[in-house]
């Protein structure tokens, strides 16, 4: 499967506030009407504008970490004129969002699972647990599916879509108390494996030619591969061939 790249650069020739990638709009759609968004990681800051444009939200923090694409934000809220509706914010992660703003979903989009994952553990002061989580990592689900699990959140609904040849996923969780998902349902997400859409079964045929790829190459290493390693390589392939069976 390829991996899938940073997507500052693929916004800029491709978005717009008014035309908003496919998997943006797929985060769009999981909004409740009204909401109050916290998007952090909001570079051009085009998803809570476009939100905004279409009155589908109340209000928006547009958080973001590094100057460059705040100031981009900035001039996409200014532009719009929606600098009363819209609040953007230089801030680490969570930290953008303050408590007056009473925000009621929290959209992180286009990084790695961890990353999100790390900028909601680190963030967790900020988060009151009555928001929706709207995540869309590029890569490392389980590590995030395994976080919202051990914080209590339960996944709403899970997502998934191929654009420009690379496969996205969409999670939305809210907190509900304790909740359990086995190894493999982390794996490749609860809902997907019921729901078994083309793109997901698809997206794991790829994935396993990869994993024997992987082995053979083990199997032809000339320096011995750790045991764990292969293991964890094998017990992958082994649910997958299970999921696609």
């Not at 929606?82 to 925000?103: K, M």
């Not at 900020?126 to 590590?143: K, T, W």
């Not at 040849?165 to 999670?171: D, G, K, V, W």
Request: net charge neutral.
């Amino acid at each position: 499967m390829p991996t899938v790249p940073g997507i500052r650069g693929e916004k800029e020739l491709q978005l717009n506030e008014q035309t908003l990638s496919m998997r943006l709009e797929c985060v769009a759609a999981h909004m409740p009407a009204g909401a109050r968004l916290a998007d952090i990681g909001s570079d051009h800051g085009y998803l809570p504008v476009a939100l905004m444009r279409r009155g589908a939200i109340a209000a928006a923090v547009a958080g973001e970490v590094a100057l460059t694409p705040f100031h981009s934000a900035v001039r996409t809220v200014r532009e719009n004129g929606l600098e009363q509706r819209i609040t953007v914010r230089l801030a680490n992660g969570l930290a953008a969002i303050e408590p007056g703003d009473g925000i009621t979903v929290i959209s992180i989009c286009g990084m790695g699972g961890e990353t999100i994952r790390d900028i909601l553990d680190s963030g967790k002061a900020h988060l009151s647990g009555q928001e929706r989580l709207i995540l869309q990592p590029n890569g490392g689900e389980q590590p995030l599916r395994q976080w919202l699990m051990e914080n209590g959140y339960c996944i709403l609904c899970e997502e998934l879509l191929r654009e420009n040849r690379f496969y996205y996923e969409i999670i939305v969780a809210e907190r509900a108390g304790p909740v359990m998902y086995t190894a493999e349902e982390l794996y490749f997400g609860p809902l997907q494996m019921r729901t078994r859409s083309p793109a997901f079964l698809d997206k794991w045929q790829r994935i396993l030619r990869e994993k024997h790829k992987t082995l053979a190459n083990f199997a032809r290493a000339r320096q011995a591969v750790p045991e764990e390693k292969l293991q964890e390589i094998a017990c992958q392939a082994r649910w997958i061939s299970e999921l696609l069976a």
